[in-house]
């Protein structure tokens, strides 16, 4: 069984950082990109950055591109989101997600974490 | 960046009755879309990995069409379960963009 399990949220100064962490079980993670999503409370979902497999290409959404940065260990089948100068509209839950296919330009995802908060408030 | 657009914004059905939800990308897209529902308190989940290709487990009163710019998410006979939000997803272009998604609430 797929598990995705986020951690590193919490609340956070304007203008701070924070490490998202996502630890991964249940498939060989080293074969499949990985992704972050967002969902600011009571909106829609937002895209934010993802990783290929071996971690060589990244791709990142307009918002956070400079900001935010992903990673991946495939040694500790972990993924992360380093998060900088973090503003109000920051605010969200932060989802981890698999590729729903290992090696593909088809850029969908089978499996979510429960997600982490990321509260930006002074 | 492909604008996704989901109509309507809520949808007040009964159980039982069927829903239609649509989705509209700014610019064709083929058919590289895909559905998610997402339920208060939950993480999404993957409905439709392709306009018309049911995700592992899903009920078969689940149905998809559409390509270009144009798809469309049926659900047949809505059970209780069915009470969610829907997004589609866009994996055309970069970025990847998700509507804004459609509630599904009981009528």
């Known amino acids: 069984e797929v598990q995705l399990m986020e951690s590193g949220g919490g609340l956070v100064q304007p203008g701070g950082s924070l490490r998202l962490s996502c630890a991964a079980s249940g498939f060989t993670f080293s074969n499949y990109g990985m992704s972050w999503v967002r969902q600011a409370p009571g909106k829609g979902l937002e895209w934010v950055a993802i990783?290929?497999?071996?971690?060589?290409?990244?791709y990142y959404a307009d918002s956070v591109r400079g900001r935010f940065t992903i990673s991946r260990d495939n040694s500790k089948n972990t993924v992360y989101l380093q998060i900088n100068s973090l503003r109000a509209e920051d605010t969200a839950v932060y989802y981890c997600a698999k590729k729903g296919i290992a090696v593909s330009n088809n850029h969908w995802f089978d499996s979510w974490g429960q997600g982490t908060l990321v509260t930006v408030s002074s | 960046e492909i604008v996704m657009t989901q109509s309507p914004a809520t949808l007040s059905v009964s159980p039982g009755e069927r829903a239609t939800l649509s989705c509209r990308a700014s610019q064709s897209i083929s058919s590289n879309l895909v559905w998610y529902q997402q339920k208060p308190g939950q993480a999404p989940r993957l409905l439709m990995d392709?306009?018309?290709t049911r995700a592992t487990g899903i009920p078969a009163r689940f149905t998809g069409s559409g390509s270009g710019t144009e798809f469309t998410l049926t659900i047949s006979s809505l059970q209780s379960e069915d009470f969610a939000v829907y997004y589609c997803q866009q994996y055309n272009n970069w970025p990847l963009t998700f509507g804004g998604g459609t509630k599904v609430e009981i009528k």
């Open positions: 392709g306009p018309s």
């Open positions: 990783i290929s497999s071996s971690g060589g290409t990244t």
